[in-house]
């Protein structure tokens, strides 16, 4: 009896936890998988050749990312969308990254 009582807690703690979403309307483990996402991205960029040390913020939401930033060359810029498609889990790539002049 005590058993079935604590798997029956157990059951609707874990309905409880699963029911849970931010204001956006989004589960913890998709916000989870976008903080992910951005911190692997930065990662990348940050240990890059090309775009190491560059003014590069990058956001994720839903999978989708968007870069902003300056940056020297437009090979830069496109290295910075690789450098996010190059991530699994990133479903679009918002570069709005712009070319210092």
Excluded at 21 to 38: K, L, M, N
Excluded at 56 to 71: D, E, K, N, P, R
């Amino acid at each position: 009896m005590r058993k079935s009582c604590l798997l029956v807690i157990a059951l609707c703690m874990l309905v409880v936890l699963a029911a849970c979403q931010t204001p956006a309307g989004r589960s913890a483990g998709e916000v989870v998988d976008d903080g992910a996402i951005t911190t692997e991205i930065k990662t990348k960029l940050l240990n890059d050749d090309i775009t190491r040390g560059l003014a590069v913020s990058v956001q994720t939401f839903q999978g989708v990312v968007t870069l902003t930033g300056a940056v020297d060359t437009e090979g830069q810029r496109a290295r910075a969308t690789d450098v996010a498609y190059s991530v699994r889990g990133v479903k679009k790539v918002n570069n709005l990254v712009e070319i210092r002049k």
